[in-house]
């Protein structure tokens, strides 16, 4: 993601990261108290606390897009996706009729295509993400990642390719070494992904020059496979 003009590491699926970092709390909002312990309660994982302190907050402000965000976030940590989609839907309406900027926007269509993916309805995933895409040209690798695993998940090995294939090409100005770090890891990924995706379109050369270039770039099948596991949880 990006915080303050500075690009920082995030899990693939936006998923955990989406909760702890990315809510703004409550923005132009005089009583935020209910979301302050919300964040306490997400910090010490206690989920269900949490969610009973947005339901306060949501009481007192429904207005705010933020509130219905973190709160769907916070289902998507119990699993409950249904109630992900509910409340991101309700984010993404009101941030678009109050001209929200494209990051929230973008990311609340993110956390929804997560949840659409967990309940096995891949185009609807598909949909989001490309709707992100356009919305929010910032963080738009992240959404090329997301739908890809989308394209992935549905069978659609081709047009994973060719979003893999963009963030392989990515290029992103790096102020600094993190900066550089974070793409050369975004672009690896990418290379092992493309690889997988070509192994299922039976192009085993091709699958097998990606999985060189990754792996002079120093990066594992062994790291590669850490990463696919924690996409799954």
């Known amino acids: 993601m990006h915080r303050n003009g500075k690009m ?6 936006l998923a955990v990261a ?30 269900e606390a ?30 409950k996706y249904e109630k ?16 929200a900027e494209p990051g929230l926007i973008g990311t609340a269509l993110a956390l929804r295509a997560v949840a659409y993916n967990k309940l096995g309805k891949h185009q ?21 990642q997301g739908r890809a695993h989308s394209y992935k998940l549905a069978g659609q090995y081709q047009k994973a390719v060719d979003d893999l294939s963009w963030l392989v090409d990515w290029e992103k100005p790096a102020p600094d070494s993190d900066s550089q770090i974070y793409i050369a890891r975004v672009q690896c990924e990418a290379l092992m992904d493309r690889a997988e995706a070509y192994d299922k379109l039976h192009k085993p050369a091709l699958a097998a020059a990606d999985r060189a270039k990754a792996k002079k770039k120093g990066y594992s099948e062994e790291q590669h496979r850490r990463i696919t596991a924690a996409r799954e949880r």
Do not use: W
């Open 50 to 79: 949490a969610i009973a302190s947005i339901d306060k907050a949501i009481a007192k402000f429904p207005r705010n897009g933020s509130a219905y965000y973190q709160r769907a976030g916070t289902y998507l940590l119990l699993k």
């Open 18 to 47: 989406i909760v702890f970092s990315m809510v703004p709390l409550l923005s132009g909002c005089s009583q935020p108290d209910d979301m302050t312990q919300a964040q306490t309660y997400l910090q010490e994982r206690n989920y």
């Open 8 to 13: 920082t590491p995030s899990p693939f699926g």
């Open 124 to 144: 609807k995933a598909i949909g989001d993400y490309t709707e992100a895409i356009k919305a929010d040209s910032r963080n738009e690798h992240l959404y090329y």
């Open 84 to 99: 992900v989609v509910e409340d991101t839907s309700k984010a993404i309406e009101i941030y678009k009729e109050d001209e």
